[in-house]
């Protein structure tokens, strides 16, 4: 049973415009969730996080935005650079921050 | 930033032969490392905590004896496949935590196992 999921394989935005990736979970006891970036050839590595206490977390280009009600959570990213295709894995924990529940992953290419 | 160094990359075995995957953390000490499995198109599953000096935790689902588990030291943790099947065929991942590093968990860069 997939608790995390990310219904968009792939998404394509032009260099520049922003790029919004959806994430959506099913287990009410997450309370810390995380987006991670990963290039070909390379494991993933963190980008940024949010609690459950917030809605909103910030990091230069890359806002995170939470809806504990809808069960929802995106990353925004603005504007996009060609460096930003990679694919941007969502994930959620309970309790146990190490121990983490992942989408299936968004690959995003962003066009010139 | 830390790194996690995972070997080998990619390796092609005959079935019923076991394979074994390291996972290193280079510059830090980590009591706990986790190993993850994804197939094509799906999530990052997570198969198993590996704690140092004592027994993996597995999760629901997850054969202990045929997916070994040794984390002998503070900076190593090797995940063995035993007797390999074709349906175990799939990218093997681990991470390492980092104490009092907050959310972060350093990832190696992954394992692709092809049982033939």
Redesign the interface.
Known sequence: D?Q?KQNS?SLSVQEGRISILNCDYTNSMFD?F?W?KKYP??????LI?ISSIKDKNEDGRFTVFLNKSAKHLSLHIVPSQPGDSAVY?CAA?ANS?????????TQVVVTP | GAV?S?HP?WVICKSGTSVKIECRSLDFQAT?M?W?RQFP??????MA?SNEGSKATYEQGVEKDKFLINHASLTLSTLTVTSAHPEDSSFY?C?A?IQGL?????????TQLSVL
């Open positions: 997939q995390v394989p810390y995380l991670y050839a390379e494991g993933p590595t963190f996080s894995f924990s921050w190490g121990k983490l529940q992942f989408g299936a992953g | 996690v995972q990359s706990t986790f993850y198109k799906q999530s990052l599953m997570l905590t991942i991470s935590m907050g959310e972060k968990l350093f990832f190696g860069s992954g």
